[in-house]
């Protein structure tokens, strides 16, 4: 086991927990094999051991006492046959009832031995079978209350980590935390309701966990699906020649009030989990009825004011919304982003709170398209555009990567390259290399910055930001930049979203931006009509392609950016493709009417 850690990239100190227990003087006991890994010291050496509780008779003694009820993983080998090895995912209601009594035994004859004052800390550490889940974590003793349980490593009420039972038996211990632990010590946090209430309500969290897996993999592969025959019919739109002018003008209204459907999509995938659609009996069409009902509100707003006459009214509706919407979660505890299908789920455990790389992607491109819009309305009133847009830019990027709110550390970057292109396009200067390599360098130091105040921070209160600084200072960042590198770069095997990314961009550059034999290209009327669009477009293509190079989740973040900015772009060229068409001429015996286009 030892020889495996080392060999691979994380290299975890195996017996870190006894050791330290013993070197301050504590004894470690343990009852039974399994619980026997946790009471080794790094030289493989148990204290002592006992096989069953019986054969422990003084607890006493000891600073720590490890012990295992094993009843659900061996009911679940016998459950196993040698012509279907490994294949039951579960254990049927009867027999899982049964072994949760015979484990209910074990633990309940260990607590009748524990001595007064003792804390126990109960931990599902395995499944029990094939399918992954979220497991029990109960603390009682004089430090704990009934209530929730949570830690800074999750902020998240009713959800710890398996890391995190480490720290917190060393907590209990008063013994200092050596650096190599990851976790941090449960809390008290959060009034549960009734136990009844309490035991749905976990059951719900880990159902919720169950289905995201279930719904995640169709669920990317519909959406891409459907991305790609739209703009194969938005490209037949536009570039059809022999249309009247009434039925061009429908289709038309047509596409543009889907692509602004579409635009919505992103940010109603994070709205979705308002809604509990994985309690549904069919929870794939519950998620995308859910989704789409979602979308199609934003989408209702977004034409329900004067603003739909304007060639950004609608895109800016929406923009606003992905922005606005993820910007209060992440201040509020990232709830939207918990077991969402665009999100992060607690069983993986990559991420429990602030901007995941797509939020990030759904967000920067969202941000800097609303300013655009903004900015657009304001044309008239540029320095107040200006600085609206370079407050809530600013604002923005600070919520990204503050460690108590997104906590973000490749976002930021990515960010400060984006809104910078933007602000410079929109104030009329020239977006050079050595200008854009000075700003690169500034959202560089930026992020470091704020990795570095994370890091002062005590370590039970530091996130991953300063986490990492801690790393480097251990000679351990070049192997954790170089795994980040390398999922990065299989990120590239994931072809729909690889196809998702390259169509998306094809059609912005292949059809928007080319003039077709029926005039000129929708793209240019659309900067014609709203010349601040093109800093938008521009710049939030630089933060999804920078966010592409410099984090773990590759390809998806501009698959999430492209998936926003492509179908509300399109939405602003067929409005302004609307605006440019001449009104129909009237009857000759009304009289004539104008064919100016009206102010978009």
């Not at 003792?118 to 009934?146: C, E, N, Y």
């Not at 929730?148 to 398996?162: E, G, K, M, P, Y």
């Not at 005039?519 to 999804?544: E, M």
Request: proline share 7%; hydrophobic share 50%; charged share 10%.
């Amino acid at each position: 086991m030892l020889a495996f850690q080392q060999a691979g990239s994380f290299k975890a100190e195996i017996g870190l927990l006894a050791q330290t227990i013993t070197d301050a003087g504590g004894k470690v006991a343990a009852i039974g094999p399994g619980a026997a890994l946790a009471a080794a010291n790094k030289s493989g050496n148990i204290q002592k051991y006992a096989p069953t509780p019986a054969e422990l008779p003084n607890f006493t003694p000891y600073s720590l006492i490890t012990a295992e009820a094993n009843e659900f993983p061996q009911a679940w080998l016998q459950a196993q046959t040698a012509s279907t090895p490994a294949i039951s995912t579960d254990l049927d209601k009867k027999t899982r009832q049964a072994v949760a009594v015979a484990a209910d035994r074990t633990i309940g004859e260990i607590l009748d031995r524990v001595p007064p004052g003792s804390t126990v800390l109960i931990a599902g550490l395995a499944d029990a079978s094939t399918a992954a889940h979220l497991h029990v974590a109960i603390a009682q003793g004089p430090t704990f209350r009934h209530t929730f349980l949570t830690a800074t490593s999750t902020r998240q009420d009713a959800l710890v980590t398996i890391t995190d039972t480490t720290a917190t038996i060393l907590g209990l211990l008063t013994l200092p935390t050596p650096e190599p632990v990851v976790g941090r010590t449960w809390t008290n946090n959060g009034q549960p309701p009734p136990t009844p209430e309490t035991v749905a309500q976990l059951a719900d969290a880990d159902l919720a966990s169950q289905v995201l897996r279930d719904v995640r993999e169709p669920f990317f592969l519909t959406l891409v699906a459907l991305q790609l025959i739209f703009y194969a019919l938005a490209a037949l739109v536009l570039r059809r020649r022999r249309q009247s002018t009434a039925t061009r003008r429908r289709t038309l209204i047509a596409t543009q009030a889907v692509a602004v459907l579409s635009g919505a999509i992103p940010i109603s995938t994070f709205l979705a989990q308002l809604i509990p659609w994985w309690s549904a009996t069919r929870p794939m069409p519950a998620l995308i009825a859910t989704i789409l009902g979602l979308a199609a509100a934003i989408a209702a707003l977004a034409f329900a004011g004067p603003w739909r006459r304007s060639v950004l009214g609608p895109l800016t509706t929406v923009a606003a919304v992905s922005s606005l919407a993820l910007l209060i979660d992440v201040m509020t505890g990232s709830k939207l982003q918990v077991n969402a299908v665009t999100g992060y789920e607690p069983v993986t455990g990559g991420r429990f709170y602030g901007f995941g790389n797509m939020a990030f992607a759904v967000y920067s491109t969202g941000t800097i398209l609303a300013l655009a819009g903004l900015a657009h309305a304001l044309r008239h009133r540029p320095r107040l555009a200006y600085a609206l847009c370079l407050g809530y830019g600013l604002l923005a990027i600070f919520a990204d990567g503050w460690p108590r709110w997104g906590a973000d550390f490749g976002g930021v970057p990515s960010f400060v390259l984006g809104f910078a292109v933007f602000m410079l396009m929109l104030t009329g200067h020239r977006v050079s290399v050595t200008r854009l390599a000075v700003i690169g360098a500034a959202g560089a130091v930026l992020i470091v910055a704020i990795a570095i105040a994370d890091w002062l921070r005590p370590p039970d209160q530091r996130t991953h930001l300063g986490f990492f600084v801690q790393q480097v200072l251990q000679g351990e960042g070049g192997s954790v930049i170089g795994r980040k590198l390398g999922a990065m770069l299989g990120t590239l095997g994931n072809l729909p979203l690889t196809l998702l990314s390259l169509v998306a961009l094809a059609f912005l550059y292949l059809v928007l931006a080319r003039p077709s034999k029926v005039g000129a290209a929708a793209l240019s009327l659309a900067y014609g009509y709203a010349p601040t669009l093109r800093a938008g477009l521009f710049g939030a293509l630089t933060a999804a392609l920078v966010g592409f190079l410099i984090n773990d989740s590759g390809i998806a973040i501009p698959a999430m950016a492209l998936t926003v900015a492509v179908p509300l772009t399109l939405a602003a060229s067929v409005r302004a493709l609307r605006l440019a068409t001449p009104t129909p001429p009237a009857p000759p015996s009304a009289p004539a009417a104008s064919t100016a286009p009206a102010a978009p």
